[in-house]
């Protein structure tokens, strides 16, 4: 095969992490009962105001690759819901203020993961300090309750952080060839 780019997207095989579950994915899983956390539909000014902050911040990060950083896909992952794909999402509430919104879509028994924005940032919100860590295992319990049996995270893109952050379970990696 021919091609420019051999890309790796990281998979997760719900079966493998929810049959022989860890400590952390209990904690994960019963998230939703702390009072002060709610999971719901956000309107689509929350998803706004959220995604402007948000990418604010990550602008403003010396951390972040600039060129590669590419905020308007995130938004538009936001929109595809009201365009009629299959998609889940929902906003993470701390104490009654949007702290974060993630979104999935389902195909079939697979799910991929197309945007998590989050207030990662602000301490006041921060009720754990593996906040969206829990949150994203959190979901991927909630889709694996719904019969989705693998999660499509997509590549690190080499960014460190985001590499040791989707280390911490464990996962298959699926070659992308393109061009």
């Not at 002060?36 to 539909?41: D, F, K, M, S």
């Not at 950083?69 to 929109?79: A, G, H, V």
């Amino acid at each position: 095969i021919l091609c420019d780019n051999l890309l790796e997207n990281e998979a997760y095989d719900l079966e493998e992490i929810f049959e022989n579950q860890s400590k952390q994915i209990r904690r994960a899983i019963t998230l939703t009962n702390r009072k002060e956390l709610v999971l719901r539909e956000t309107t689509k000014q929350e998803i706004n105001e959220l995604y402007e902050e948000w990418t604010k911040y990550k602008i403003n990060d010396p951390k972040v690759f600039r060129i590669a950083f590419t905020p308007k896909r995130y938004l538009r992952s936001f929109q595809l819901k009201e365009k009629g794909f299959n998609i889940l999402q929902e906003g993470i509430y701390v104490n009654g203020e949007l702290y974060g919104a993630i979104c999935f879509e389902l195909q079939g028994d697979v799910a991929f993961e197309l945007a998590f924005i989050s207030r990662f940032w602000d301490r006041k919100m921060k009720i754990i300090n593996d906040l969206n860590e829990c949150i994203l295992i959190h979901y991927f319990w909630k889709l694996w309750k719904l019969g989705i049996k693998e999660v499509n995270v997509g590549q690190t893109a080499g960014i460190k952080g985001l590499k040791i952050f989707k280390d911490k379970l464990q996962h298959n990696y699926q070659i992308i060839y393109s061009n």
